[in-house]
């Protein structure tokens, strides 16, 4: 039984040398855990390259996991990305955070380069580096294979071995920090894997206080019709979003070239129940369990997933879009960036792509081969600027944008923007005032309100990576009963404001470090597309392109409330 | 100048040693060239196993390659298969025989393993060995950009450095030795790639007789409608026969469960000449230039495989089924028994597939990865004997049937049974009198009189592929004019019956080494379906099981006519 504080492993590869010590208090007070734990030990190293012995990698568990508050299963991963080269945050699920808990460390900070590829095995308060000759060469499941039978492991496929830019680490055979290539970090440093047991249990200062703090979470989110509705995420996964974004012709279609997609119906969440006639899974601890199996042990993919390897690039064939998610597992790769690199691929070549050839061209792009492959590999920006079209590269700071058409949702247009880790749907998430109606609704096609609306969900995503919480609680409960939850968990008193004060904290930081990396409000930007081109339209519903007038005004009184110079 | 009589090149890879000597005239009288020789080369080591540093692998040229005579651009490539097991020979296109006779060589035999990775260097008159670590691990257009700026080229890719059972050998880009898998003795050879180049002429004996024979030959395949007329060869290729098979219900479709693919018509030779705007290319000296290659440098798959990876496999995307035969080429891998092994898995484990799945099993088979993959390039046959289902594997001696349903054309049912290379169409090709009508037309649903026609076609297929020309262009010229154009050449009087009793002579030797080795009548036989059930049938044609007596008598019966015990 150990107090929710517990210690920091500190693993340097070049020299074989591992050091703990206890977690200091004052960056649990200012970052919380998590993320926020990633961004401030990383910030004096910030201006490494991704791939230099000094650049860390971080694994880094949130106050509440361990305990009984509901889906405390997550951490973070945090680096600098390969593919951005702003700093990066994932946030995963599974049961790896639990068990680094269990086993009496709050975060894993590794650095150095190992001259062979090893495994850093973690158990109960030790950890040693193995070499690890025979998982080289070797996709996740058969890593997982090796070493996963018990406690958790975290991994990476060929594609991070081989540096892929969007290279993912897979945890537990399907959790991932997917986006942003940190499996390329991982791979940089010939860190092949790390598994990690531990057996103790958390005590925490308040149980009763947890306790009624989860049962009014748990209340919510059984009242709730995102999460537990018939329609919800509980039943179909993320994939309940496929009809949604459908009916309102904002699904990013060929390369963001049109935003719908006629056949988007055979890979919907209830398409895919059918057809698997799937079973949830989760992560530790989560009483949602959002992810789906198939009856043949089919990973079903997820929303993003479907849409990206189906709309975006053409594909209404649902077992070539499931391959296609397997394959990104397996290798470890992103299934955002792989697909959206493809789709620009297809437009800058002016070819329409069959299933077949997306599956070879992504396993081309996974191992890094052949000439396009390899191109690919670096994302869809430098190829596409390579190519003389960086336009056509869809995303934000070089990272791809997720399966959203900002035409469709100006709160999502100005958040892919204002991202400080570039095109990403999970930084503030404005969908779900725009389409979920939650907490309530606002007019998508409307920057009225929204900065401030940005503004605020920044901060809050940051404390919830930072707990480590699940944003999808955050469709029922609120950051009132989660402050309840860690005031009871750490004796110390959190409130709202607090809280939402710690997460200003991160995000101002991860701002400052990117402007040291040579990031500026002109990176805050969209791809043109956005600005010139019409979306889709039907008899109700009118996509024109975005005033790029109005877009400027929203950032500018965003970056007023930031309290940013904005100088535009 | 040379004589029409050149030098054999003995190679051992395990010593280094090379040597050459005349080619015996006895040889050249008795076994022509191609495949001859190399039957009669491999007979007293046929015993050895694929992979053992005695077997012998060949390289051999015609006496008729390098000449004028038409379709003599041709070569062959024998060892002993390591998926049938039985004495194996393909017949190749493209310039390598040209570039071979020209350097002063009619055959390389290549025995002995190499302890690195070698490259075969052959350049008028002289050979050497260089070691070619770059070349490790390349497809065959990586291996071509090398070392194919000049003279010509022969290479496996990783497929046949994995020694899967499978694996083709890749001449001139999209020239393959493919059946078989001679590919994989040429990795176990830790032979990479061969490379030769030659300026020498060949002198002929009576250049005004070879003048003469080849104006009839050109004079007849001017005339005829199946090569250069409106629907055939040199308009489609292979795949002007994608309507006729059609149209006669004998597709092999879902693993030879039905005859009829109602998408067919979305990879005939008309689509695909549509789609990708098809050019013609060819081997060197070819009038007929039956290779087509689209626009963009796509190389249309042949008939075999369109139709396997297609309507064998249930897949309608035409441009998935031209990555599929993009991959083969690219990994060197024999079409045909990767497409009916994928088949044979999708219908053992009950699943339909789709294109991207059979794309990505696919890459598994060619690279030997993963479990399913690993299993599948061992070949249809030891894939399903292993699941308990060894009539599922719709193989002859273990070589997986091509494009003809044998229900639809009883001439091909005997012909696949007797084959001495197991189920394949090119050893007597009956399709030629039971589709074509050539030189007569007969009942495609009868036994009557095709034991004698399949002996003919065999003793004159073996000589085909000795002399070496295409089998392509006896749908217009007869062996008569052949004889002409080699009397010419070599100034010795040849007419059909000495032509054909040296293909009877080939025909029994391989019989002989095959009985060596175990075969007997029990495995001329096809895979029970056939005897079982129906094809799909439709108002005017139905396509019952094969009765298995008539089909037995029909053996008999050929085996009287070939002089052999018959002894069932």
Redesign the interface.
């Known amino acids: 039984m150990f107090g929710y504080v517990g210690k920091c492993l500190k693993v340097n590869l070049s020299t074989g040398k591992i050091q703990m010590y206890n977690t200091p208090e004052e960056l649990c007070d200012e970052y919380l855990g998590g993320r926020g734990f990633g961004v401030a030990i990383i910030a004096d190293r910030i201006t490494r390259e991704y791939d230099s012995p000094e650049m860390p990698l971080i694994f880094a568990a949130g106050p509440l996991v361990a305990t009984s508050a509901p889906t405390s299963g997550r951490m973070s991963v945090i680096s600098r990305s390969p593919l951005t080269g702003t700093t990066f945050d994932c946030s995963v699920g599974g049961r790896f955070g639990t068990e680094l808990k269990k086993a009496g460390f709050d975060l894993v900070e590794i650095t150095g380069i190992s001259e062979k590829w090893v495994l850093l095995n973690i158990n109960n308060h030790h950890a040693f580096i193995e070499e690890a000759p025979a998982l080289v060469g070797k996709?996740t499941s058969?890593v997982g294979a090796e070493i996963g039978k018990e406690g958790s492991y975290a991994t990476i496929g060929l594609a991070g071995e081989k540096q892929v830019r969007f290279a993912s680490i897979v945890f537990d055979g399907h959790y991932l920090a997917g986006r942003g290539g940190l499996g390329a970090v991982m791979g940089a440093k010939r860190l092949k894997a790390i598994s990690v047991k531990g057996n103790g249990n958390i005590s925490v200062a308040d149980p009763e206080g947890l306790t009624s703090a989860r049962e009014e979470i748990m209340r919510l989110l059984r009242a709730s019709p995102a999460v537990f509705g018939e329609f919800g995420l509980s039943e179909f996964g993320t994939a309940a979003l496929v009809d949604l974004i459908h009916a309102r012709r904002m699904e990013p279609t060929e390369n963001f070239r049109n935003t719908f997609f006629s056949h988007a119906s055979r890979y919907s969440g209830y398409a895919m129940k059918t057809c698997y006639k799937t079973k949830r899974t989760g992560c530790a601890g989560c009483p949602i369990l959002c992810k789906k199996i198939g009856t043949h042990g089919e990973i079903i993919p997820e929303f993003e997933t479907v849409s990206h390897f189906g709309a975006l690039n053409g594909c209404s064939?649902?077992?070539?879009?499931?391959?296609?998610n397997?394959?990104c597992n397996e290798y470890g790769l992103d299934t955002i960036s792989a697909a959206s690199s493809i789709a620009c691929f297809s437009e800058i070549e002016g070819k329409?792509?069959?299933?077949?050839?997306?599956?070879?061209l992504l396993?081309d792009i996974a191992r890094r081969e052949?000439g396009i492959g390899k191109s690919l590999a670096d994302g869809s920006l430098r190829y596409a600027t390579a190519m003389g079209h960086p336009e056509l590269s869809m995303s934000v700071k070089g990272l791809e944008l997720p399966a959203y058409d900002p035409r469709g949702a100006y709160g999502m247009a100005l958040a892919y923007a204002t991202s400080n880790r570039g095109g990403c749907h999970l930084r503030a998430y404005p969908i779900s005032h725009e389409i979920l109606r939650k907490p309530v609704a606002t007019n998508r096609f409307s920057f009225e309100g929204k900065a401030r609306i940005i503004k605020i969900a920044e901060d809050l995503n940051a404390v919830v990576d930072s707990l480590t919480a699940c944003k999808f609680v955050f469709f029922a409960a609120s950051l009132e009963e989660y402050a309840k939850a860690i005031t009871a968990v750490t004796g110390k008193n959190f409130d709202v404001q607090s809280l939402l004060k710690i997460g200003e904290r991160i995000w101002n930081l991860e701002r400052r470090l990117n402007e040291l990396n040579g990031f500026d409000i002109s990176d805050d930007d969209l791809p043109e597309r956005f600005f010139k081109e019409e979306g889709t339209s039907s008899a109700n519903i009118r996509i024109p392109p975005i005033e790029r007038n109005a877009f400027l005004k929203a950032k500018n009184n965003y970056y007023h409330i930031r309290g940013y110079e904005s100088g535009e």
């Open positions: 996709n058969d064939d649902l077992s070539s879009i499931v391959e296609a397997k394959i329409t792509i069959s299933p077949g050839a997306m599956i070879s396993i052949k």
